[in-house]
């Protein structure tokens, strides 16, 4: 580790005890958010599983102006990211691939059936995020088959009353950008629509971007129920120096378009809810080798996924059933991957017990799903929860997970990479054992051990670094780790400075590989060993806060580093006004094996609220 981090550390640590205060003023409890699971909806206290929440206090105080960006503050999430600011980045959780992790925005699901390297692509942004949801471990048997590692769910804000807010920033390398936000509310009627643009030249050759962001959100009460209504569009042109099949190819380019809509309905039956909803989400991406002479090469891929889904929460007893159906319909139309097309559907049902005085939880689930061009396979898995005292909760997890070749896996073809239409389905075995803290009015943290046992593992490979990269199924994969994760706030502090919260985390996976013979490997063991972030929020007065995090990254395949970003923000009524410096100490670093990623970054902004 970086010996100035180490001290700035130590020096931050050391004077904890020095500034913390304390007032009348209590803070939010954690045990009061409702997971927003699309079925059985629990509160985080009676959750029996490995769940990390991001709520809006933290949101505005981190350094980050993206949602990629907020999410490298999240325990066991590991952010690779070729572009900047958001504009390329590929998610694993705790040493899943960017393919085993499904993001999805107020439930509804984001993946992509061409390449995990557009999840995301986003169609919303970072200012209309108000709390982010990470479920850690198998996710399939509730969520589908893209959450094998995990799954992120991004909670949009909803505003209570009626604004009009703009904003903007700028910093070096030519960043500016700009967005306008306003909600309508009135009598049963809620309204909100953001629009966001941002652009850099870019840290070195061919780095600039183009980022345009609009998203919409409505909820109307109609008869016994709620109408909502989903919009949102991304598009976003970059150049990709080096973002691909090695660091020579400094002039790709690729221009992407993602759209969403989806209609959904809840209603009350009784002490039953019922939700039903559709969804369609398109992707266009092109893909030029050489941004000067398009005709070089270039690839064109459209996606499309359309579906329907319902999902019930039944009340039995002291318990609460779930059950879910979805049924979607892939195509894709490629110039390189060819015309696809695939039905999926699926079927869902848990059981959450709560017994011994509302002590103990057992949620036994399944879901069961066909695929057109796989099959039919069962997913089962049970989480159990036992409060052992008043302020602490034991749990642990059993899960199989379970997720189908991407089509760019499957068909892509190039000079040096071969995509393999016999790849079979991977799947793995989960376990976790952990507990948490519960009832503390300023205090969250808990500890887990995960084991995840993999097998027919997907990925790119090859025996010598003359041959072309080919995906295959590698005989087994295993990740065993240990997670440990501590929030602290002080309650409202008051005077010239005070420390208003604490926060860290450090996650640990030990990953090993086994294949039929001696492979290089792309994707499957790129994990994170160590990863630790700390984080210092202090306040200056009343309106004036500073934020200082400092992170350790120790990847099995590159060298360490070490990361210091801080926020400094200026908070009123109408207006908020940040200073952010990433990379503080100007490390050099990467995070994939191809990309070199910026120096130290200024950005400034602000927000008006208008009305």
């Known amino acids: 580790m970086n010996k100035t981090a180490i001290l700035l550390l130590l020096a931050l640590a050391g004077s904890l005890p020095l500034l913390a205060q304390d007032s ?14 699309k079925r059985i909806q629990l509160p985080y206290s009676l959750e029996s599983r490995s769940i990390s929440i991001m ?30 600011n958001g504009i390329q980045s590929d998610v694993g959780i705790r040493g899943g691939t960017f393919e085993q992790t499904l993001v999805m925005l107020n439930g509804i699901r984001l993946s992509d059936p061409q390449t995990g390297h557009h999840t995301m692509n986003l169609p919303v942004d970072a200012v209309s995020i108000g709390r982010i949801e990470v479920l850690k471990g198998p996710g399939a048997r509730t969520f589908g088959q893209n959450a094998f590692s995990g799954a992120i769910n991004l909670i949009t804000r909803r505003p209570q009353a009626s604004f009009l807010r703009a904003g903007m920033q700028v910093g070096d390398f030519a960043l500016w950008g700009g967005n306008l936000s306003g909600a309508l509310v009135k009598g049963k009627q809620n309204h909100y629509l953001s629009v966001s643009y941002d652009r850099s030249q870019g840290y070195k050759y061919n780095t600039d971007y183009q980022i345009l962001t609009s998203y919409y959100q409505g909820y109307l009460a109609l008869g016994a129920g709620e109408l909502s209504i989903t919009g949102g569009f991304s598009g976003r042109n970059f150049g990709a120096n080096g973002f691909y099949a090695s660091p020579d ?20 039956l009784g002490a039953s809810r019922l ?26 891929h459209i996606n499309r996924t359309l579906g329907i889904e319902a999902n019930m929460a039944i009340p ?37 017990f709560v017994l011994l005085q509302e002590k103990l939880s057992l949620t036994p689930g399944v879901q069961v799903n066909y695929y057109s061009d796989f099959g039919l396979n069962a997913l089962p898995g049970l989480d159990i929860g036992y409060s052992v005292a008043r302020h602490w909760r034991l749990y642990g997890s059993v899960g199989y997970t379970y997720r189908v070749p991407s089509y760019t896996e499957m068909y892509y073809r190039d000079p040096v990479n071969q995509g393999n239409a016999d790849l079979l389905p991977e799947y793995a075995m989960n376990y976790e054992v952990g507990g948490k803290t519960l009832g503390y009015e300023r205090l969250q943290g808990s500890i887990s051990v995960f084991y995840r046992q993999g097998r027919n593992m997907i990925d790119w490979v090859r025996a010598a670094d003359t041959l072309p990269w080919q995906a295959n199924n590698i005989l087994q994969v295993n990740m065993a780790g240990l997670e440990l994760e501590a929030r602290y706030r002080w309650r409202t502090a008051h005077g010239l400075l005070a420390l208003q919260e604490l926060q860290g985390y450090y996650t640990y996976i030990n990953a090993a590989f086994e294949a039929s013979e001696t492979l290089q490997s792309r994707y499957a063991l790129e994990n994170l060993r160590h990863q630790f972030r700390g984080t210092v929020v202090l306040a200056y007065g009343k309106r004036l806060t500073h934020t200082i995090t400092a992170a350790y990254y120790d990847r099995v395949n590159l060298p360490d580093y070490t990361l210091v970003d801080t926020r400094l923000s200026y908070r009123q009524k109408r207006l908020s006004l940040f200073v952010d410096i990433t990379n503080l100490l100007d490390v050099a670093y990467r995070e994939t094996n191809l990309v070199s990623m910026p120096g130290r970054w200024f950005k400034a902004g602000l927000q008006v609220k208008v009305l």
């Open 24 to 37: 009348d003023t209590a803070a939010v409890a954690m045990d009061e958010v409702v997971i927003a699971d």
């Open 55 to 84: 709520d809006k206090t933290l949101i505005d105080a981190t350094p980050a102006t993206s949602i990629a960006g907020l999410l490298y503050h999240v325990s066991s999430v590991d952010v690779r990211s070729r572009g900047v």
């Open 249 to 268: 190819y400094t002039d790709q380019y690729e221009e992407v378009r993602t759209g969403l809509a989806a209609l959904g309905y809840e209603v009350r």
């Open 275 to 300: 939700t039903v909803r559709s969804y369609y989400r398109q992707n266009n991406d092109t893909y030029i080798f050489l941004r000067q002479d398009p005709a070089f090469y270039q690839n064109d």
């Open 316 to 352: 039995l007893g002291r318990g609460t059933t779930g059950v879910g159906i979805d049924l979607n319909r892939v195509t894709l139309n490629s110039n390189n991957l060819g015309q696809q097309e695939r039905q999926v559907a699926s079927l869902f049902a848990e059981h959450n």
